[in-house]
């Protein structure tokens, strides 16, 4: 199947699966258990002003935060694992532990320290998401490949010149893989924080819709957040298919 | 320039004694190796597989270092010198996400040259190897050989008088094979620079240098010397010739019964 066929294949479905979702709302008969699509654009036709005005620059601004943080500490903590086996020894475990405690339970937590704030939000879209980050660059950095460093160290280059001659751009595709996998989890993790309390955002929009037994409100804003967050990774997808030329070469 | 010994031959190269053990093991891979590379020459190492070549590559570029003795270039002990030889590898190992130019200038960026010096000996050597047109291309978009060609542009921009080639061409198909090694030849006539180079394949060592160095025993310890009765201008026809014919049969032997040992 050619690439335009098999996209064209996946839009149906797509559709195929609105289509369902509307013909068993309707069977269903009751929005506020099961809004189908067209009562949810609906309703998110009805309260664009404020959806589009307040709440998404309120999760936006959460999102691009602690996306960012995100991947400057991870990209900092790969890089001093790589450093030196003892350090990476050392830290591993203990990221890998920050992974096991479930962020909702650890939430409250960090609403003790920083208050409703969005501090407190942008923490813990960078705890869900420091750690992808740190495993899959460090991983990049470790599939230098041992004959072009041996290669470097023969032309007498630095650690610091195989570093940003070698190693960054092995770890770079690795780098775009963790992208990939921060965007969606920078929504979700914004979101997450909104539901703990928040003075605006979708996350604490839909659960007031939630409060107020409306469903088609509730998925509303989660709507805009998955489209949100397609269309970055597309956008990522793009950049990466620009930047990494070499792909499966290294 | 090197030291004159009692015959005036001048020393590139030379492994005194040297005795070598890799990490974790007990029994070394070389013994009390002793041997010499004369300036300008085209010399060729051969052995069976696994007989130690690649470590006295490994020795030579100090990605290891001696148990006991001494390498040194033009008197020098390697020890206390930078950027004394060019290594080219098995593999071409470019750098995918760099041009051909790009690659061929890594080794003069890591030693921070002036960037007009190094964009103008990048260009002078691409040209010498017949990749000028290429430059900007990446390495995926050249074939096997002319990878390997940018390869030694690469080796040659790190200017080092003497060239350690590790049997450069042992991964190309055998029509570019021997193109390459005609091309290489025709290099080394016009380079002034002493080659060192590993292989396993006796035709070509002796299509090519015109010293061979068998390594023999296991440990390594001992080099037979065998100089190549061919002119310096030589062509495929003169390898028919029965002297040669002989020559390549008694180093076929040689590797064999070392292999078997």
Redesign the interface.
């Known amino acids: 199947m050619s690439s335009k066929k098999k996209k064209a294949a996946g839009i149906l479905f797509l559709v195929f699966l609105i289509v369902l979702w509307q013909i068993i709302a309707v069977i269903v008969g009751r929005s506020f258990l099961l809004p189908g699509p067209v009562d949810v654009v609906k309703n998110l036709w009805e309260n664009r002003v404020e959806i589009f005005t307040v709440h998404l620059p309120a999760t936006l601004q959460v999102v691009a935060a602690g996306g960012i943080f995100s991947v400057i500490l991870g990209f900092l903590l790969a890089m001093i694992m790589d450093m030196d086996s003892r350090i990476e020894k050392a830290i591993y475990p203990v990221l890998t532990a920050t992974q096991t405690i479930p962020v909702m339970c650890i939430a409250p937590v960090f609403v003790l320290w920083f208050g409703y704030t969005v501090t407190m939000r942008v923490v813990v879209v960078v705890l869900i998401n420091f750690f992808s980050v740190a495993v899959n660059v460090f991983d990049g950095f470790k599939a230098a490949?041992e004959?072009?460093t041996?290669?470097?160290?023969?032309?007498?280059?630095s650690r610091m010149?195989r570093f940003f001659?070698?190693r960054f751009?092995t770890a770079?595709p690795y780098l775009f893989t963790a992208l990939k996998v921060v965007i969606p989890w920078s929504f979700v993790g914004a979101a997450v924080s909104e539901w703990l309390g928040s003075p605006a955002g979708l996350g604490i929009y839909s659960r007031n819709c939630m409060s107020q037994f409306d469903a088609a409100g509730l998925i509303a804003p989660l709507l805009v957040l998955t489209l949100l967050a397609l269309i970055l990774n597309g956008v990522v997808s793009v950049v990466e298919k620009k930047v990494i030329?070499?792909k499966g070469?290294? | 320039m090197g030291y004159v010994l009692g015959d005036a031959k001048i020393i590139m190269l030379r492994f005194e004694n040297v005795t070598f053990t890799y990490k974790g093991e007990t029994r070394p891979v070389i013994k009390d190796l002793s041997f010499e590379v004369e300036d300008k020459s085209f010399v060729s190492i051969i052995g069976a597989s696994g007989s130690g070549k690649t470590t006295i590559f490994r020795l030579l570029n100090s990605l290891e270092k001696p148990d006991s003795g001494s390498i040194s270039i033009n008197g020098n002990d390697i020890a206390g010198l930078k950027n004394y030889a060019s290594y080219m590898p098995q593999q071409d190992l470019l750098f995918p996400w760099r041009t051909v130019e790009k690659n061929v200038m890594l080794p003069m960026q890591i030693q921070k040259k002036p960037k007009e010096e190094q964009i103008r000996t990048a260009k002078a050597m691409l040209e010498k190897v017949g990749l000028y047109e290429y430059s900007k291309k990446y390495p995926r978009e050249l074939s096997g050989g002319m990878r390997q060609r940018a390869s030694f542009a690469r080796t040659l921009c790190q200017g080092a008088e003497i060239m350690l080639l590790d049997e450069p061409f042992s991964a190309l198909d055998s029509i570019t094979r021997i193109n390459l090694q005609e091309w290489l030849r025709e290099q080394w006539e016009s380079l002034d620079r002493t080659i060192l180079f590993i292989t396993h394949d006796v035709e070509e060592a002796v299509y090519l240098s015109e010293k061979i160095l068998i390594l023999t025993g296991n440990p390594v310890d001992n080099i037979t010397e065998v100089k190549v009765p061919l002119p310096k201008k030589r062509d495929r026809k003169m390898m028919k010739e029965p002297e040669i014919r002989d020559l390549k049969e008694r180093l076929v032997e040689l590797l064999r019964s070392e292999a078997r040992e």
Do not use: C, D, S
């Not at chain 1, 041996?150 to 280059?157: C, H, K, R």
């Open positions: 490949n004959g072009r041996e290669l470097m160290i023969t032309y007498g280059a010149q001659m070698l751009p770079l030329t070499w070469e290294v």
